[in-house]
C-alpha cells in the first residue's frame, strides 16, 4: 500500500525494544547492589554461600583473618594473668561484672559514634549465644577457676577451646574440614593440654569443673560470633553483644560492690582495665573478624598457641617459674598451627 512503511526486520525491532532498558542498566546495577549491601535500608545481608568469592577460609582474606587470629591471641593470652592480677583487689563476681560493664559502655560509645545499627532480628538469637559465652560465662568461670588455680593450669581451657570451637562450629554449620585438620587439631590440643598439666604438676584443682563449663561454653560463643561476622561487620556482633549484657552486668555488679571487698592496688586496676579493654572489646574484636575473613574452624586453631604465651606472660608478670619443657611444647604446637593452615578447612 502507498505510504506504508517498511517494516524493520525483526532482530532490528527487538534491538529497539531493549535499547531504553540498556540506557538504564548501570543505575539498575547500582540499585541492586546497594540494595544487597549490609544494612542497607534495613535489608539483611544474606550469607555467604561456599560458590562466593567471599567464602572464609579461602584467597588472600583467610591470609589476613589468620593475621588478625594471631593478634587476638596475642590479647587473649594476657587475660589470665591480667585476671590473677585483678582478682588481687577485687572479689571474683566484681571483677566481672564490671568487666561487663566497662566492655559495655566502650562499646556502646563505638556504636553511636559509628551509627552502628541493629542487627536483625534473625541474628538475635545467635547474638544471644554468643553473648552469654564470651561475654559473661567465659569471663565469669574462668575468673572463679583462677581463685584455687594457678594461671597455668587455667591454660587447659585454652589448650583445648581450639577443638571444642571446630567441632561445635563443624555441628553447628554443617561444615567438613578435611581428615588432616583434625589430626593436627587434635594433636596439637594434646601438645598444649599435656604441657599446661605438666606444669600444674599434673593435679586436678577444684576449679576444674569451672574451667570445663568455661570451656564449653566458650566454644559456642565463638562459634556463633564467627558465624555472624560472615553476615555482619564484627563491630555490629561484638558490641551488640556487649551492649545488650550491659543491664545484666550493672546490675550484678552493684550487687557484687555490696557484698565484696574492693582494694584498688596498681595491680588490681591495671588487670581489670587490661580485660575490660584488651581482652573484651580489642581481642575480641578483631577474633570476630578474623572468624569472618578466615573461617571459624582455621581461627580457631591459631589459639592453640595462646598457652604457652600465657605461660610466659605468667613467669614475667607473675613470678611463675617455666618447665625446661616449654620450647619443645612450643615448637610441636607450632607445627600443628602450620599443618592446620596449610589444610583446606
Known sequence: MA??????????TAGAIAAPDARHTPSTSITAEATAAPGARGTPAAPDTPSTPNTPGKGPAAGRGVLLAALGVAFFSLTFPATAWALEGFGPWTATTLRVVGAGLI??????????????RRHWAGLAVAASGVVIGFPLLSTLALQTSTTSHAAVVVGLLPLTTAVYSSLRTGTRP????????????????AFALYQSGGHPTLGDLYLCGALLIC????????????????????????????????????????????TLTAHSVTGLAWNVLGSQFLGLLVWYRAMGLAGVARTSQVQLVQPLLTLVWSVLLLGERLSPAAPVAAVAVLVCIVVVQRTRA
Open 3 to 12: 505510504g506504508t512503511r517498511p517494516a524493520l526486520p525483526k532482530s532490528a
Open 107 to 120: 562499646a556502646a560509645v563505638a556504636l553511636a559514634a559509628l551509627r552502628v545499627p541493629l542487627p536483625a
Open 178 to 193: 578435611a581428615p588432616l585438620f583434625w589430626v593436627a587439631a587434635v594433636a596439637g590440643a594434646a601438645v598444649a593440654v
Open 219 to 262: 566454644a559456642a560463643g565463638y562459634a556463633e560470633g564467627g558465624r555472624l561476622a560472615r553476615e555482619l561487620p564484627a563491630l555490629q556482633v561484638l558490641g551488640w553483644a556487649l551492649v545488650g549484657c550491659l543491664p545484666l552486668g550493672a546490675a550484678g555488679a552493684v550487687f557484687a560492690l555490696l557484698h565484696e571487698p574492693v
